[in-house]
């Protein structure tokens, strides 16, 4: 129950694209949905979160779609760009104590030029 | 760079040995993190502190793994007696504890340390 399941596991886009990432959760406790970028060898970047009474949020060409009924959340990267070539994680914060994050297993995006 | 610094970036070990790696945090965030993440997976909690306190431990913290923050600042990790299975990359994340009672739940990295154990 404490599970985020995130697919696909890699995804090959062309340049222009659209990016699509979908994770699943099971807990309906968890409150805050964050997405992190990472490259090979840095640290997770936050990249845009959500909070489960918004169903959408769009920070430029990066959009969360939030389905609550669903237990289910995705990233939409428009107009997918080379530079975008990253592993991506969703994450979901459950309070138990403190605000931890369980991240799903990440999907690493190629963008074609 | 979001602020949050760690060291070593790389420590290659033979097991049985103890490695101690450090994180600092923004300057201004009291909640710390240590996470562990190993090839091809998303980070995994390990541990957290409020100011200096350690207020929760994963079941994934052997007794082999112990975690300070003195003074509410930076933080160490020791693993001691290591293990092939603790060959990872180590990250450290930092929050705001918020303003005016709305909390801040954007955890910020730091780039990890990345353990190899022959």
């Known amino acids: 129950q404490q599970q985020v399941k995130q697919s696909p596991q890699s995804l090959i886009v062309q340049k222009g694209g659209i990016s699509i990432i979908n994770c699943a959760y099971e807990n309906t406790a968890f409150d805050y949905f964050p997405w992190y970028q990472q490259f090979p060898g840095k640290g997770p970047a936050l990249l845009i979160a959500?909070?489960?009474?918004?169903s959408e949020k769009k920070e430029g060409r990066f959009t969360i779609s939030f389905n609550k009924s669903a237990k289910q959340f995705s990233l939409h990267i428009m107009d997918s760009q080379p530079g975008d070539s990253a592993t991506y994680f969703c994450?979901?914060?459950?309070?138990?104590?403190?605000?931890?994050?369980?991240f799903g297993t990440g999907t690493r995006l190629k963008v074609l030029a | 760079d979001t602020g949050v610094s760690q060291d070593p970036r790389h420590k290659i070990t033979k097991r049985g040995q103890n490695v101690t790696f450090r994180c600092d945090p923004i300057s201004e965030h009291n909640r710390l993190y240590w996470y562990r993440q190993t090839l091809g997976q998303g980070p995994e909690f390990l541990t957290y502190f409020q100011n200096e306190a350690q207020l929760e431990k994963s079941r994934l913290l052997s007794d082999r793994f112990s975690a300070e923050r003195p003074k509410g600042s930076f933080s160490t990790l020791e693993i001691q007696r290591t293990e092939q299975g603790d060959s990872a990359m180590y990250l450290c994340a930092s929050s705001s504890g918020g303003v005016r009672g709305i909390f801040n739940y954007e955890q910020y990295f730091g780039p990890g340390t990345r353990l190899t154990v022959t």
């Open positions: 994450a979901a914060s459950i309070y138990s104590g403190t605000y931890k994050y369980i």
């Open positions: 959500i909070r489960p009474d918004v």
